[in-house]
C-alpha cells in the first residue's frame, strides 16, 4: 500500500497548488488510468495501480470541489473587494498570538455563518481567517460570535478571506462537547499549576499540545536538542493515552470488541480534548496506526499507516503541505519499521521497558533526520542522545498530567498530588531539554546533499543494529560517547580581574561587563537563549544590572530569553530600532552624550548620531543606528562599537576626535564595510570579533582583518578562540580564551 499512498500524497501537494480547473482534470485522469487497470487479467501490479489511480482520482476530485466552493464563495468576493461587514462566525481553531507594531495581535481561524455587507446578507459557511486585537486571544473553539471588521483577500488557497476585525461581540459556547473540552484543559493546568514556572507549562504542551504558556529559551532549546515534536500534538500523544486506556479496561475486564469501542471513544475524546486542528487529526491517525502495529506488527503497522495518509488526503488535501504532516508520517514510518529492531538489540542490555522507551525516539528521530534538515538547514547533533535520556518519562508526564486533570474536576487537593508527580517528569524532560541545547555544537548546519544526510542515517541504522550485538563494544562506545559530551568546568573561569568576555553564542553579539559580585552588564544577546544563557552561567552571573540592544537584528536580540532565566535583569537600555520587551523591567532609549555608572563601569552614548538616515529598521541604516557605548573601567577605555558601517564609523569620529580604545569591540563581526581612519584614530590594541563558524556572511571578511593586521591590532575571534575575557590587572590587559 506505500506506492497509492504516495501517490495520493504527491498529487494532493500538486492539486492544491494550483487551481480548481487543473484539479479537476488530474481527478479525470485519475479516473481514466482506473479504467486502464480494471483489465481482466489481474495481477499484484494491476491491483496497486488501480488503488493509487482511485486515490489519486479522489484527492483531485475533493481538492477541486473545495477549491471551487471557495473560489464561488461570496465571502471571497468580499475579500477581493476589501469591504466592510459584519459577520457571525463560529471558532474552528485555538487563537495565537503575536506582536506587530508595539501591540499583541491575535489570529484565529473562523468558519463564517452570516453576513451583513453593504451589498447585502448571506448565510454561507466559508473558512476565514481573523485578524483581531489582544482581547480575542480568550476566544475558545466552538464559541459564537459576531465581529465588525473589513475583509481582505487571502494568500492561502484554503481560506476566502481574512477579516480584520475591528469589534468583538459578546462569544457563546454552542457545544457541551466544546465546553467539556475547555473544562478540563483548564483542570489539567490547575493540576500542575504549583510545580514551576516551567512544569507547569511543560505538562500541558504533552498531555494535548498547549504551548502557548511556554518561554521562547524553553522552546529554543528544544529545537536545539531534537526535543521540539514533545511540544506539539503528534501520534506518539495518542499511543501513550490510548495503551493506558485499553490497558485499564483490559485489567477491567474488557475485551475483543469492547477494547475497539473503548479505543475509538478514547480516540475520539482526544481529539476533542486537543481540538480538531489538521495536526490533531493527523495525530489521531498515527496514534491509531501505532495502535494497530501493536496489535499486528510491523507489517500490519505499515498497511495501516499506507491508508491513513489515503483517508487524510482524502478528507484534507491541504495536509501534503504540512511540515507537521511530513514529519509526523517519518517518525511513525520509522518506529514501526526501526523501534521493533532497536528494541530487539537494547533487551539484550537492559530491562525491556526500558529499551522500548529508548528504542522508539531514536527510531523516529533517524527517520525525520532528513527532513528536519531540509526545512531548517541545521541538524541536531545531541537529538538521540536526548531523546534517550528524556524518552522513559514522557509517558508517565503525559499520564498523570491527563489523570491529573481528570482527578482535578473532582478534587483540587488530590490532583495536586497527581500533578506533582507529573511535574518532577516534566522537571527531568527540561533538565535534559536545557543541557543539550549547552553542549558545543547541538546544533549544526548542514549544507551537503539531503541524499548523502540520508545514507548517514541509513549507515547509523545498521551501525546501531551491528554494535548491538557485541556487548563490550556497545557500552564501551556508550561510556565513551557519555565522557566526550561531559565538560568538567574550565579551571579559573572566569579569570580574576576579566572586565569584558565576547561570548561564544555563533553567528551574533552577545558582550558582558563585569560590573561586580556575580553583576554584569550585557550588551547585547546574540541569537539563541541557550548559548548567551550558557555563557552567563560560565561566568556565574545572576543578576543583569543592565541589558544593551544595540539594534533590533535577530543576531543580537534573539537571545533575550536566555538573559533573563533565572537572572534578575534591573534595566533595558534600547537603540531607535528597538529591542524586545522585559515584562515590566523599566527601559530608556539610549541618547546621544549620555554618562551614566554601574557599579565601576563608567559610560557614555556615542551612538547613535541624530542623523535621520541612521534612523530606518532594515539593512545598513539599522546597523548605523547601533548605541554606540565609551566604557572606562580600571584604567582602560573599550569602544563597543555595535554593527555601525563606514558611515556612522566616520561621523562618530567626526563628532569625538578624541575618542580613544585600548580594546575594540568589532562592528558588524568584522564585516569588509570598515573605515581604515576608525582604525588609524581609535589606537585601539586588541580587538574582539564575534562570529560564527562557517557563517554564511563570510565574517571576519579577509579586508577586516588586513586592516587590523595593518594597524598591529591583536585580533581574536570567538569562532576560533570561543569566550574572550578582557582582564585587567596592574594596569595590564591580558586576554584569555575559553
Not at 569591540?665 to 576608525?678: D, I, R, T
Request: aromatic letters at 6%; proline letters at 5%.
Amino acid at each position: 500500500m506505500a506506492p497509492p499512498s504516495l501517490c495520493a500524497w504527491t498529487m494532493a501537494a500538486i492539486a492544491v497548488s494550483t487551481n480548481a480547473t487543473v484539479a479537476c482534470g488530474l481527478a479525470v485522469l485519475g479516473v481514466g488510468l482506473a479504467g486502464l487497470a480494471t483489465m481482466p487479467k489481474r495481477s499484484k501490479f494491476l491491483t496497486i495501480a488501480l488503488i493509487s489511480a482511485v486515490a489519486m482520482a479522489g484527492v483531485c476530485a475533493i481538492a477541486a470541489w473545495r477549491l471551487t466552493t471557495i473560489a464561488h464563495s461570496p465571502v471571497h468576493a468580499l475579500g477581493e473587494k476589501g469591504q466592510l461587514a459584519t459577520i457571525e462566525a463560529v471558532v474552528r481553531g485555538d487563537a495565537h498570538t503575536f506582536s506587530a507594531h508595539g501591540s499583541t495581535q491575535v489570529v484565529v481561524d473562523v468558519t463564517v455563518r452570516r453576513v451583513e455587507a453593504r451589498d447585502g446578507s448571506f448565510s454561507d459557511r466559508a473558512p476565514v481567517t481573523v485578524f483581531a486585537e489582544g482581547a480575542a486571544a480568550k476566544l475558545q473553539v466552538g464559541e459564537r460570535l459576531t465581529m465588525i471588521g473589513r475583509f481582505s483577500p487571502s494568500d492561502a488557497s484554503d481560506t476566502a478571506a481574512e477579516f480584520n476585525a475591528l469589534r468583538l461581540g459578546p462569544a457563546h459556547q454552542e457545544a457541551w462537547w466544546w465546553a467539556a473540552s475547555s473544562s478540563m484543559r483548564a483542570a489539567v493546568t490547575e493540576a500542575v499549576s504549583h510545580t514551576g514556572p516551567e512544569p507547569s507549562a511543560l505538562i500541558p504542551a504533552l498531555v494535548h499540545g498547549d504551548d502557548h504558556n511556554l518561554s521562547e529559551s524553553v522552546k529554543d532549546d528544544f529545537r536545539r536538542s531534537g526535543l521540539t515534536h514533545l511540544l506539539a500534538v503528534s501520534g506518539t500523544n495518542l499511543t501513550i493515552v490510548l495503551v493506558t486506556i485499553l490497558l485499564v479496561g483490559r485489567a477491567a475486564g474488557v475485551r475483543r470488541r469492547g477494547q475497539w469501542i473503548l479505543g475509538a471513544f478514547a480516540v475520539a475524546g482526544f481529539v476533542i480534548l486537543a481540538r480538531p486542528d489538521p495536526s490533531v487529526l493527523r495525530a489521531a491517525a498515527m496514534g491509531s496506526v501505532g495502535l494497530a502495529a501493536l496489535g499486528y506488527g510491523s507489517r500490519g503497522g505499515v498497511r495501516a499507516l499506507s491508508w491513513a495518509v489515503i483517508v487524510l488526503m482524502v478528507i484534507d488535501p491541504w495536509l501534503s503541505k504540512s511540515v507537521g504532516f511530513i514529519l509526523s508520517v517519518c517518525a511513525t514510518a520509522g518506529i514501526l519499521l526501526l523501534a521493533p529492531r532497536f528494541a530487539e538489540v537494547l533487551g539484550r542490555h537492559m530491562p525491556e521497558w526500558c529499551a522500548i522507551a529508548i528504542a522508539v525516539p531514536i527510531a523516529a528521530q533517524l527517520a525525520c533526520t532528513p527532513v528536519i534538515a531540509a526545512i531548517s538547514g541545521q541538524v541536531s547533533i545531541v537529538a538521540i542522545l536526548a531523546n534517550i535520556a528524556a524518552g522513559p518519562v514522557v509517558a508517565p508526564a503525559t499520564v498523570t498530567g491527563l489523570l491529573g486533570g481528570a482527578v482535578a474536576l473532582a478534587s483540587l487537593p488530590t490532583s495536586h498530588l497527581v500533578g506533582a508527580f507529573a511535574g518532577l517528569c516534566a522537571r527531568w524532560i527540561l533538565f535534559v531539554g536545557h543541557w543539550c541545547a549547552s553542549l558545543p555544537g547541538a546544533s549544526t548546519q548542514w549544507s551537503g546533499s539531503l541524499w548523502l544526510l540520508g545514507g548517514l542515517c541509513v549507515a547509523a541504522t545498521f551501525a546501531f543494529i551491528w554494535i548491538g550485538a557485541r556487548p563490550a563494544l556497545f557500552w564501551g562506545l556508550g561510556l565513551g560517547l557519555a565522557f566526550c559530551m561531559w565538560r568538567p568546568p574550565a579551571p579559573g573561569w572566569p579569570p580574576e580581574g576579566w572586565v569584558m568576555v565576547a561570548c561564544d553564542i555563533g553567528q551574533g553579539d552577545a558582550t558582558v561587563l563585569n560590573a561586580g559580585d556575580g553583576s554584569a552588564v550585557v550588551i547585547d544577546s546574540g541569537p539563541a537563549p541557550a548559548s548567551v544563557d550558557a555563557c552567563l552561567r560560565r561566568l556565574r552571573i545572576d543578576h543583569v544590572r543592565l541589558m544593551v540592544f544595540t539594534h533590533g537584528h535577530a543576531d543580537h536580540i534573539g537571545g533575550w530569553a536566555g538573559v533573563s532565566r533565572n537572572r534578575r535583569v534591573d534595566q533595558i537600555m534600547v537603540g531607535p530600532t528597538g529591542g524586545p520587551g522585559g515584562n515590566g523591567i523599566p527601559r530608556h532609549a539610549a541618547l546621544l552624550g549620555e554618562r551614566f555608572a554601574v557599579g565601576a563601569l563608567q559610560f557614555e552614548v556615542l551612538g547613535p548620531m541624530e542623523t535621520p538616515s541612521f534612523r530606518a529598521d532594515v539593512g545598513p541604516a539599522a546597523n548605523n543606528a547601533s548605541v554606540v557605548l565609551d566604557l572606562t573601567t580600571r584604567g582602560v577605555r573599550i569602544l563597543l562599537a555595535g554593527d555601525i558601517e563606514p558611515e556612522a564609523q566616520q561621523a562618530l569620529l567626526r563628532n569625538y576626535p578624541e575618542v580613544h580604545a585600548d580594546v575594540l569591540k568589532m562592528p558588524h563581526h568584522g564585516s569588509a564595510n570598515q573605515s581604515e581612519e576608525l582604525f588609524a584614530g581609535l589606537g585601539v590594541r586588541v580587538a574582539t570579533i564575534s562570529d560564527g563558524m562557517g557563517n554564511d556572511y563570510g565574517h571576519p571578511s579577509p579586508t577586516a582583518l588586513a586592516l587590523l593586521k595593518l594597524h598591529h591590532i591583536a585580533t581574536y575571534r570567538t569562532d576560533q578562540q570561543g569566550d574572550i575575557a578582557i582582564v585587567v590587572q596592574d594596569n595590564r590587559i591580558t586576554v584569555l580564551t575559553r
